[in-house]
């Protein structure tokens, strides 16, 4: 072993996601499932680029195209085809025959189903690997329920001698606690020279990578193991139990990241937050809260109960109550719910409301306006310090096309109207309750929809004869004819 071998040699990354994953029982590829924000694949991703890999190579088979679009957000990333040969030990050997051939660093073999483990755990174990001169070393776990996973045989001297899998093992074998993470560094010309020696021969019928392993130890080469801090991270994902178990081990992982940045989440149990979403000191976070995609919540804003966010961004000191909202911007100070919906194009200004009942779309909301209750908001610019009245629409659509509603600065409105856009109300404009507003407001104007109120006499015992509502009328009538009678006699 050389100083080189231990602080210089170049690393290279493969990542398997060319399996179908039929336990999934799903049309979607099993490394397209996502949790915590990511698709298994991007999660696994998202740690090797951090650990300054020369190349990094993917993988691909089942479902190519999709897998293939899933990593492109990945700089420097390539796919790699594998073809109809079947097995781990062959879609390495296609990824390492598209590595330059002058490459003879060390090769870093990840799956793209085991979606939690950390940069610090691989950087440690390409450290173990590189200063024991080993030419191979795995990443191990141990189970209280091991199977599915291969198990580690160790000679008597406790060095790894093999890895069997779960099919192809006996009693005994199955009976090891200690499991293969799938994880795996290797030197490559080693590598090179055992995926050449290796065949199907196997329960599977497949070119197994780890008769890699078996092979370099009957040849009497170096195989070392490092087993994981946390045998949680080594966890695969075959089945969609153990996609909800991980996923909430990734979500328990990231609560308390930001419960150590200095948020307060109050019901980690309860509360899930994305991978990809950001949260300021001095958040407060209440019960039954989603923090979805790549939302940021600024210092002091306090998010739910009962809300999800999903690419949203909420200021400093808002507060947002038993809300659903996407693709929205919640302004500094501004107050929404509960029981409000936003989507996407929704943009409340600094002290901004929106309370109970209120949908919000594709509209602008100026600083400290309100639209406190029960109304419908969209396709709308909206300027400061305006009162919606209750039960306020605007009418966007005219079944062709959408058109927009400006409200200018300072304008209050009466309850129950509406807004047939296109139409702008000026600057410090009022209007009546029930207005129905179908020209434009000049500024300063009252705006009203005046009819006089007309009462048809008798029309319910008329037209709605027998009903309860006609015999409730008739005794009133009825009434009111017996009281005008009295009267007349007291005169």
Known sequence: MTENHVTQSELAIVILAAGQGTRMRSKLPKVLHRIGG?????HVLHTAQQLDAVVTRVVVRHERDRVVEAIADFPGVE?????????????????????????????????????????????SLIERHRSSGAEATLLTA??????????????????????????????????????????????APALRAQLARIGTANAQGEMYLTDVVRLLREEGARVAAQTAPDARIALGVNDRVQ???????????????????????????????????????????????????????????????????LDCEVGEGATVRRTDATLAVIGAGATVGPFAFLRPGAELAADAKVGTFVEVKNSTIGEGSKVPHLSYVGDTTIGRGV????????????????????????????SHNVFVAPVTLGDGAKTGAGAVIRKDVPAGALALSVAPQRNIAGWVETNRAGTAAAEAAARARAAEKAADGAHEEDH
């Open 38 to 42: 990511r698709p298994l694949v991007g």
């Open 79 to 123: 796919p790699v085809d594998q073809d109809d040969i079947p097995g781990t030990g062959r879609a390495v050997q296609v990824a390492v025959e598209n590595l330059p051939d002058s490459f003879g660093g060390d090769v870093l073999v990840l799956s793209g189903d085991v979606p939690l483990l950390d940069a610090e755990t691989l950087a």
């Open 142 to 187: 141990s189970l209280d329920d091991p199977s599915g996973y291969g198990r580690v045989i160790r000679d008597a001297d406790g060095a790894v001698a093999r890895i069997v899998e779960q099919k192809d093992a006996s009693d005994d074998e199955l009976a090891i606690a200690e499991i293969n993470a799938g994880v795996y560094v290797f030197r």
């Open 243 to 309: 996609l909800a178990e991980a996923a909430a081990i990734l979500n328990a992982r990231i609560v308390r990241r930001w419960q150590v940045e200095g948020a307060t989440i109050l019901d980690p149990a309860s509360t899930w937050i994305d991978d990809t979403a950001s949260l300021a000191p001095d958040v407060t976070v209440l019960p039954g809260t989603f923090i979805l995609g790549a939302t940021s919540v600024g210092e002091g804003a306090t998010i739910g109960p009962d809300t999800s966010l």
């Open 387 to 414: 009162n919606l009245g209750a039960g306020a629409i605007t009418a966007n659509y005219d079944d062709i096309a959408k058109h927009r509603t400006v409200i200018g600065d300072e304008v209050h409105t009466g």
